[in-house]
DNA sequence: CCGTATCCGTACAGATACTG
DNA sequence: CAGTATCTGTACGGATACGG
């Protein structure tokens, strides 16, 4: 079962990207190209993982540490997909108790630097989407409280 | 039935990120509040009707041309969840047949600026990321061919 | 220590039909 | 025109147990 993608992360990625023509505005192809990159990224560890290994070499166990939240099947199925997209490099050290070092490759280290300014706009507006949301949910479900916390 | 999220897009968005103590690598952090905006963008179609909106107001239906692939479902789903977090701007026109504009707001014409950073990461990879998953599947998986159009 | 395999719940997403 | 509701498939993600 090398390849029997059944369950867990990974297995296609941007498919549908290819549906793209040039029959509508240009903006659409970027809206694409973002698409790719949350496809490989977007999922819910990669990028804990991402920036643990960015800091230097890390094992496996101590990533479990270093995500902490993350289960066995998680880390090593986000590990291998990283790995595959040449954004992680997986070194084993033939020793008698296994050794497995990840190292972030340059790739990687370029993404880091391009999600700053994803941070900086989520840091901005944090409590402005917060407080938008808070102002539709109550204008919207005014029958109906959310997340009542008792 | 105002609230009860049973199926579809939106509901809960970042909440494991208060599972975030300051008791390992600063660098968690920032993980974490990337995590809070591909919670929020990471779905499949937030971004092709984000960027439709960024060049001016747009129609429901006209939406539904230019994202090309999306549903009548989707299209609302995602299209609710953008106007809650305010990214979007939703303006009823009371007319004999219904006109609904949605248009981007700065909160969202920001994003789109950081977006550009991620684009160009894409742009420069895409073709590495391509490799380095064809090497590792004729690697990992000699005996097992991936996508065999045959 | 470093994974892999199986089971299972849930969130996301498509198709379709119906309404105001 | 602009949605909403229901059914269904699938992909993601967690728990657990086992193997090299």
Redesign the pocket.
């Known amino acids: ?1 090398s390849q029997g ?8 990625a941007s498919e ?1 990207c290819g549906a793209v023509d040039g029959s509508f505005a240009p903006g659409q192809a970027t809206a694409c190209t973002v698409r790719e990159v949350l ?1 490989r990224v ?4 990669s990028i804990g993982i991402l920036v643990a290994a960015s800091q230097g070499p890390v ?4 990533l ?1 540490r270093r995500v902490e ?12 997909n990283l790995e595959r997209d040449g954004l992680l490099n ?1 070194k ?1 050290h033939p020793t008698v ?6 190292t972030a490759t340059p790739i990687a280290l370029e993404l880091h630097e391009s999600l700053v300014a994803l941070t900086h706009w989520a840091e901005r507006h944090r409590s402005a989407i917060a407080a938008a949301r808070t102002a539709y949910d109550r204008a919207h479900g005014g029958d109906l409280p959310p997340v009542p916390q008792g």
């Open positions: 079962m993608n059944s369950d867990g992360t990974g297995g296609r549908a496809d977007g999922g819910k560890w094992r496996f166990t101590e479990e939240g993350i289960s066995r099947r998680m880390l090593t199925l986000t590990l291998r997986r084993v108790p296994p050794k497995v070092e990840y």
